[in-house]
């Protein structure tokens, strides 16, 4: 299985972009996908998921201003972004877990069983 991101670059504080996530195999086949993400000397930090169901979980830090969505259709996972903040600035993962459990909805990363490599979002006046 493959996951590999893409839409990250530099954008201005209140900027938006979009992460998208593409999967080798049908989106719908995982329990949760979602989208974490590590700064520069800090850890892994969960940002927002979905799961079979179409729930979705995002972090209050990004709460109101990020959006989490799939196409399973495309086999696609994108991450929606609006009013970019500095402390946004990260490396973002897609990442998918095959099986079921509270680390979904936590937002935490134990429970997922592929990742991408990652794509780099930067923001900077």
């Known amino acids: 299985v493959k996951l590999v991101e893409s839409g990250g670059g530099l954008v201005q504080p209140g900027g938006s972009l979009r992460l998208s996530c593409a999967a080798s195999?049908?989106?719908?086949?995982?329990?949760?996908m979602g989208w974490f993400r590590q700064a520069p000397g800090k850890g892994r930090e969960g940002v927002a998921t979905?799961?079979?169901?179409?729930?979705?979980t995002v972090s209050d830090s990004v709460k109101g201003r990020f959006t989490i969505s799939q196409d399973s259709s495309k086999k696609m996972l994108y991450l929606q972004m609006h009013s970019l903040k500095p402390e946004d600035t990260a490396t973002y993962y897609c990442?998918?877990?095959?099986?079921?459990?509270?680390?979904?909805?936590?937002?935490?990363?134990?429970?997922?069983?592929?990742w991408g490599k990652g794509t780099l979002v930067t923001i900077s006046l």
């Open positions: 990442a998918a877990g095959i099986y079921s459990g509270s680390y979904c909805e936590a937002l935490e990363d134990y429970g997922m069983d592929y």
């Open positions: 195999a049908n989106t719908d086949r995982y329990f949760c």
């Open positions: 979905i799961d079979e169901d179409g729930s979705t």
